[in-house]
């Protein structure tokens, strides 16, 4: 029986992705993933498809996270790219910005016209509560991935404190943080070894 692509069992590498298979993963997450991308990002790319194993998503979602732009744009073209190149980086960039664009233009045109009234408020404010939850889920599986590392916790929990209590701008915190993670790893590599 032949191994449906992208999905491999645990003893067999999964087959590369083609750039059309990019675009047509990356449309479904788009058409399901609105406000709380990250969850789904791993369910596809880690779990159901097997393009990523879970260390290379955490460090994808690491560096995509550093860069400038949207997390979930940056993972798009940085999957894309490792797998097909340029096209493949516009193949997945393309697939997930589609539906999403249409979607956001249509809302645009409707809250134009609705916007004072109150139910419209209320799906906001219902729409924003379920983002955050999908935003806390996915911080506990990246934090699941770092509990063998005492460190890497602590810079962890800097960065939240930083960020998330202090306010610290995220450029600055992540331009401090990231060279102490760098040494970390790379110290625990060399002690390792």
């Keep these: ?24 993963g990356f449309l ?15 369910r596809m790319l880690v779990e159901r498809r097997r393009w ?13 996270q550093f860069l400038p732009g949207g997390n979930m744009i940056n993972m798009s073209v940085a999957v894309g790219m490792r797998f097909r190149g340029v096209r493949g980086g516009i193949a997945g960039l393309l697939g997930l910005i589609a539906v999403p664009s249409m979607v956001v233009v249509l809302l645009g045109m409707l809250y134009e016209r609705y916007q004072n009234d109150p139910l419209v408020a209320h799906l906001f404010a219902g729409l924003a509560a379920a983002a955050a939850g999908l935003l806390v889920a996915m911080a506990i599986k990246i934090v699941r991935q770092l509990r063998g590392s005492l460190p890497m916790l ?7 404190c930083a960020i998330a209590l202090l ?26 070894k």
Excluded: N, Q, Y
């Design 1 to 24: 029986m032949p191994a449906t692509i992208g999905a491999a069992s645990a003893d067999t590498e999964p087959a590369m992705p083609t750039t059309m298979e990019l675009f047509l």
């Design 154 to 160: 602590i810079v962890a929990a800097i960065c939240f």
């Design 28 to 42: 479904g997450l788009g058409m399901m993933a609105f406000g709380g991308a990250l969850p789904l990002a791993h």
């Design 52 to 64: 990523l194993s879970e260390e290379e998503f955490t460090e994808m979602l690491g560096l995509c």
């Design 167 to 192: 306010r610290l701008p995220l450029l600055w915190t992540m331009l401090a943080m990231t060279p102490v993670s760098i040494f970390i790893v790379k110290i625990g590599k060399r002690v390792r």
